[in-house]
């Protein structure tokens, strides 16, 4: 009886040393094919193949604007088996526009959209990729003189009116100067643009004097540099400021924060950044205008799959420019 | 049974393994167990450490096609700077190499990045190929605008995907980076669930261990305790029944075997022992009681050898002087003497116990003148078993000496032999005085005055019937052999032998 006993304490052990060991075994295979599994998802969940590739070249790929553009212009791509590569600049050399567009060529990529701002050379480029098969989709300017296979942004009449409406709007008595901050090529210059601001400042008062800067020729840091420097001007800042992108105009309104020139300067900025968004709310920034961001990525992909499916796209693709805060109604 | 056994042995337990392969089983199970963990976690580090060359794998064949490039570029270089075979030869060596390498990158447009960096290196280094090999051919063209321009070019392109294979590399490194942190957490929890692992199932099979052995010894230990006890001579000491049938099983089921055996022997040897003791003490009984007849007889006749001659020189004598009856009468006297001479520590067949009572009534007749009237009435197939002798004779005796004598009617005597079932039957009776009940006790029980048949009257062969039936006891080992019967006073008296008819015997 006693032996019977220690022999079912030594069965009850086996049992347990299996069941333990079954337990341990499991959740080690679980676990490691789990975990394994896991660092395979991650690559395969990006292995979708599409069939084409096209790549966006912008100035600054951390804006707000392009950000949601990209984004939602990435999900449109991907409904037409494209996959939209935005230029990374993260790892090494920042490479100009130019070298981007030569780079998207040699890598025979099958559209580009381009952040057109009147660079040297990228007009060549943009030729040159015509030539090679390559649809190049230009937004928000258009050289005209290239061969880019579609314009898609907002037209320069349309821009002026409303920037005039609200320069207008801001002139007051005490309004002598207002100052045009734009960041494109000299070629680009935009009459309609000029002349239309310039017309609602005449339209107010005859005397005020409307000037234009262009930061373009200056390097990385140097917007913030000149936008300092006209603050600090022995003839003081101008009464308004017209900002044409998103760097200008938070760097205008910190400066004007930071020179306590609040009620001082008026703002007319671009985009709707959060600090931007934040400003306007304040009334730190009197009015900022922004692009459509969908209607861009929109039209983008649209005329990049036009122009595989069919061989044509539109060349011009009108976006509508927002205004924030909107204008009251009028009286 | 058998059907039990052959059951018992096709279930197969784990009990009825010998010790050595029980303990060869535990130690092969806690063994087997260690080495499976150890397997299990070996082939999970291998995978971790294979994911882990995959690592640096995809690296150190991004520097490889790096270096290709590099070696494409330089030769390049080389032959339109000297435009030797050999640099030439150098030039598409590199670009076959380089061309192959690009083979296992990428070419499918996915999300991926790092693929997606692959297919654009691949589509630039196609580029860049064709560019150079475009500077090689109008070099041999000697068409120098073009090939400068061309290599210019080539340079441009070059720079371009040194970037994007330095990016890639990068790219891949930040992300096999993430996937080693992962694998080098994974592989130090792997060591410490093993590590556990194998510190449980090493206690567990020292445990095993442990109760297999005291399964073991205990009953070795009950074993010696009993076996002291066993030999103390106490049989009844036994070990817990055990059916297994590994050696411990065996042994103790022997062992309690053997202890039954001896127990078994040591009753038989003393049941023996007593028996012979008995059997001695009868034969000493015996003797004692030969031995008492015997002297009984010689303190009553003088020396009955002297006697008997003296007897059958007398019947010659009578031959001699015809006197026949005389002669017959002495010749009787002599065989009587002589079977009383040669029988009397012997035993004797029927027929010659009878031929002596015969004799002896012959002799009783001459000396009371024909007084006795005796008639025998026996079963011929019974004369030749043996009995003892003197039993018949002293039987008569009494019946003409206690029954017969002095009385007022003619006295008969009657012997019977008659066969009973499996006894003999031997009766004799006289229509003598009779006995009363409390005579026929006191005779029973050897308790009789004396004063009826004084010792030494000289009428008697001195044989008493206390000796015969304790002679007849001794020779047939049974009780209630001799039985008197008497219908009282003066009616006569029956003595019945009851004896068994033993074919042996005969």
Redo the contacts between chains.
């Keep these: 009886m006693q032996r019977r006993k220690t022999f079912s304490i030594e069965i009850v052990l086996m049992v347990l040393s299996l069941a333990v060991f079954g337990l341990f075994l499991g959740a080690v295979l679980i676990y490691y094919d789990n975990m394994f599994r896991s660092i395979d998802m991650k690559e395969e969940k990006l292995n979708r193949a599409y069939a084409k590739q096209y790549e966006m070249i912008v100035d600054n790929r951390n804006s707000s604007l392009w950000g949601e553009v990209y984004g939602l212009a990435k999900e449109k791509a991907a409904l037409n088996d494209a996959y939209l590569n935005i230029r990374r600049a993260d790892w090494s050399t920042e490479y100009d526009k130019t070298e981007s567009m030569d780079m998207c060529i040699a890598a025979k990529v099958d559209g580009i959209i381009l952040e057109y701002n009147g660079e040297a050379g990228l007009t060549e480029k943009i030729n040159e990729a015509a030539e090679q098969g390559i649809p190049v989709i230009t937004i928000m300017n258009d050289p005209n003189k290239s061969s880019r296979q579609s314009f898609v942004g907002v037209n320069d009449y349309q821009m002026g009116h409303a920037y005039g409406t609200q320069v207008a709007r801001l002139i007051d008595e005490n309004t002598e100067d207002i100052l045009i901050l734009s960041n494109r090529e000299r070629e680009l210059d935009k009459n309609q643009l000029y002349s239309q601001i310039y017309n609602a400042a005449a339209g107010k008062n005859g005397t005020i004097k409307v000037r234009e800067q262009n930061l373009i020729s200056k390097n990385q840091f140097d917007v913030e540099e000149a936008v300092r420097n006209i603050f600090q001007s022995a003839d003081g800042p101008p009464e308004i400021i017209v900002c044409l992108d998103e760097v200008t105009t938070v760097c205008a309104y910190q400066a004007m924060v930071d020179f306590n020139m609040v009620g001082e300067v008026s703002i007319i900025g671009y985009d709707a950044s959060d600090s931007i968004l934040d400003a306007v709310e304040k009334g730190l920034i009197a009015v900022t205008f922004t692009m459509d961001a969908e209607q861009i990525a929109e039209y983008s992909i649209e005329a990049l799959t036009e122009y595989w499916e069919i061989g044509r796209s539109n060349t011009y693709y009108t976006v509508d420019l927002n205004v924030i805060p909107a204008p009251p109604l009028k009286e | 049974m058998n059907e039990i056994n052959t059951e018992k042995k096709r279930r197969f337990r784990?009990?009825d393994l010998s010790l050595t392969t029980k303990v060869l089983f535990?130690v092969l199970?806690?063994t087997m167990?260690i080495f499976?963990?150890n397997l299990?976690m070996y082939t999970?580090v291998n995978?971790m450490v294979n994911?882990m060359g995959q690592v640096y794998g995809s690296n150190v064949s991004l520097n490889e096609l790096s270096e290709k490039l590099e070696k494409v570029h330089e030769s390049t270089y080389s032959y339109l700077e000297v435009k030797t075979s050999d640099s030439l030869e150098e030039y598409y060596k590199s670009a076959e190499d380089y061309q192959k390498l690009l083979e296992s990158l990428n070419r499918?447009?996915?999300?991926?990045?790092?693929?997606?960096l692959e297919?654009?290196?691949r589509?630039?280094s196609?580029?860049?190929l064709t560019e150079t090999d475009a500077a090689v051919s109008y070099k041999r063209g000697r068409n120098v605008e073009k090939y400068r321009k061309s290599f210019e070019r080539a340079g441009?392109?070059y720079d371009?995907l040194n970037?994007?294979i330095?990016?890639l590399n990068?790219?891949q490194f930040h992300?096999n980076s993430e996937?080693f942190r992962?694998?080098q957490g994974?592989l130090r929890s792997?060591g410490l669930?093993s590590t556990a692992?194998i510190a449980?199932?090493m206690s567990?099979?020292c445990?095993?261990l442990y109760?297999?052995v005291?399964?073991v010894v205990?009953?070795l230990t009950n074993l010696a305790v009993t076996a002291k006890y066993v030999g103390e001579g106490d049989f009844h000491m036994k070990l817990?029944m055990?059916d297994?049938l590994d050696e411990?099983g065996v042994m103790t089921r022997a062992f309690n075997t053997m202890v039954s055996s001896l127990d078994e022997y040591v009753s038989l040897t003393r049941e023996n022992m007593e028996k012979e003791q008995a059997l001695k003490e009868k034969e000493l009984l015996m003797e004692a009681h030969l031995k008492e007849a015997q002297l009984k007889y010689l303190q009553s006749q003088i020396n009955p050898h002297f006697l008997f001659n003296s007897l059958n020189a007398g019947a010659q004598l009578a031959m001699m002087e015809d006197a026949e009856q005389t002669s017959i009468f002495v010749e009787h006297m002599a065989d009587f003497f002589r079977y009383n001479v040669k029988k009397g520590n012997q035993d004797a067949t029927l027929e010659e116990e009878v031929e002596s009572v015969e004799n002896y009534i012959y002799i009783l007749n001459v000396r009371f003148a024909g007084d006795i009237h005796y008639s025998k009435e026996i079963d011929e197939t019974v004369l030749g078993i043996r009995i003892p002798s003197m039993i018949l004779q002293p039987l008569v005796e009494n019946a003409v000496n206690h029954g017969i004598r002095n009385i007022d009617w003619e006295g008969r005597i009657r012997l019977s032999v008659m066969k009973s079932g499996e006894n003999i039957l031997i009766s004799v009776r006289d229509n003598g005085k009779g006995m009363t009940e409390e005579k026929i006790r006191q005779v029973m029980q050897g308790t009789v005055k004396t004063e009826d048949n004084p010792q030494g009257s000289g009428d008697s062969t001195g044989i008493g019937l206390s000796n015969v039936q304790a002679r007849l006891e001794l020779y047939y080992n049974q009780k209630n052999l001799l039985e008197i019967r008497s219908g009282g006073e003066d009616a006569g008296t029956e003595v019945l032998i009851r004896i068994p008819f033993i074919e042996e015997t005969m």
């Design positions: 784990l009990k535990a199970f806690v167990i499976i963990v299990v999970q995978r994911s499918e447009v996915t999300e991926n990045p790092v693929m997606l297919k654009n290196i589509n630039m196609e580029t860049y441009q392109l371009y970037s994007s330095y990016d990068n790219y992300n996937n992962q694998l994974a792997l669930f692992l449980v199932m567990v099979g445990l095993m109760f297999m005291r399964g205990s009953p817990p055990n297994s411990v």
